[in-house]
């Protein structure tokens, strides 16, 4: 251990993976401050109801989980700042900078930075978040039992959802904006079959572009247009509007399954391994359940690192398992500069 460290650990993210982290850092006494980034508490304050989180037979609110995590954390004495991560430079110890100017180092650091679910930027999509729209079939499917749902995508996530809310919709449509679906043909036979079955539609060469309903209510019907050579709104957008078709759909839940982005944007300058998409490569390869990166003394955890499982009792089980290995890190590099004083001691 350097000994210079301002920290011994910054984790950042007050996601579910973080505040989890943090608790387990600071009962082993490790000092965490926790960064809260642009979205304080993370993806589960967009969420009014997590029923699937164990320990609440009655669900719980993902703010109010998120406030007792919180509660917790500081209890055990982890400091919470507001601050958004802008670069970490690898060493003994680690830099860390934030955007409000301020720079600190650690001995140990934590990515819980999380992904975000991209979403269309459309008329009713904000205000509606939460009341009918969702990024999340397995999180909020349940409360439309017996309605017609729409989810907008084509890829794997997309078919994977659709499927999935066949369990609980009457009718699932699936609106992609071309022809063909960019999902695995796995994905695409058992939607097929599905469709076959009556219970799934689809709606190609379509888009969405207006979600009409109210907070009290929730979603009433989606403006959608469709174009039979595919992307409607940017043949609308260019002046080829002609052959669009518009109409209108009556459902009473939208999920968006059009892809996550990681926030990692903080370690692009670092060695620590990204895929393809941004997910942190940990041990065992993106996705993968470990929270080692490849370099010294930073782990990641959470959604930032899985892209397949982006649950919160996952997200949340990540966050404990990369405290421990910080503590194990911690531990192992005290033993070596103890052993390296001795050494000295005995010259
Ligand atoms: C609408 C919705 C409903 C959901 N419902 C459920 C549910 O019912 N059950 C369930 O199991 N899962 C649910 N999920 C999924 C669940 O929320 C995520 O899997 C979980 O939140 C992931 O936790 P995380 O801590 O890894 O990341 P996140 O929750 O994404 O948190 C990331 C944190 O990192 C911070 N951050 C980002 N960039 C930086 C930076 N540069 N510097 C510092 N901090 C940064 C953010 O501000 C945030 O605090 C839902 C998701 C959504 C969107």
């Excluded at 460290?5 to 973080?18: E, H, K, M």
């Excluded at 079939?137 to 749902?149: L, W």
Aim: glycine share 12%.
């Amino acid at each position: 251990m350097s000994g210079e460290a301002d920290r011994r650990l910054v984790i950042a993210g007050t996601g579910i993976a973080g505040l989890t982290a943090a608790i387990y850092a600071a009962r082993a006494n490790n000092d965490p401050l926790i960064l809260e980034g642009d979205e304080p508490g993370g993806q589960l304050t967009l969420t009014t109801d997590v029923e699937n989180y164990p320990g609440f037979p009655e669900g719980i609110g993902g703010p109010e989980l998120i406030n007792n995590m919180k509660e917790q954390a500081r209890t055990f004495g982890a400091e919470i700042e507001n601050g958004v991560v802008e670069t970490v430079e690898e060493g003994d110890p680690i830099g860390v900078t934030l955007t409000n100017g301020r720079s600190l180092t650690a001995d140990a650091f934590i990515a819980a930075s999380g992904a975000s679910a991209r979403t269309l930027d459309i008329p009713g999509e904000d205000d509606l978040m939460g009341y009918g729209v969702s990024t999340c079939a397995t999180c909020d499917g349940a409360f439309f039992r017996d309605e017609d749902m729409l989810v907008i995508g084509g890829g794997d996530a997309a078919m994977e959802e659709a499927n999935f809310l066949t369990k609980f919709a009457d009718t699932v449509y699936i609106a992609h904006r071309r022809e063909d679906f960019r999902a695995e043909e796995y994905w695409v036979d058992r939607i097929m079959e599905k469709v076959d079955e009556g219970e799934v539609e689809l709606l190609k060469n379509t888009e969405a572009t207006e979600i009409h309903g109210s907070q009290a209510d929730g979603i009433d019907h989606v403006s959608l247009v469709r174009h039979p050579d595919g992307h409607p709104k940017a043949k609308l957008e260019s002046g080829q509007g002609d052959a669009v078709e518009r109409s209108d759909l009556d459902v009473g839940a939208v999920f968006l399954a059009i892809g996550h982005t990681p926030n990692t944007e903080y370690l692009e300058d670092t060695p620590v391994e990204l895929d393809e998409a941004g997910y942190i490569q940990t041990e065992g390869g993106s996705g993968g359940g470990q929270t080692k990166t490849g370099v010294e003394g930073i782990f990641a955890a959470g959604d930032v690192v899985d892209y397949h499982y982006q649950q919160a009792v996952t997200a949340a089980g990540m966050g404990c398992k990369a405290a421990l290995d910080v503590d194990e890190y911690l531990e192992s590099i005290e033993q070596e500069a103890a052993g390296i004083e001795t050494a000295q001691a005995g010259d």
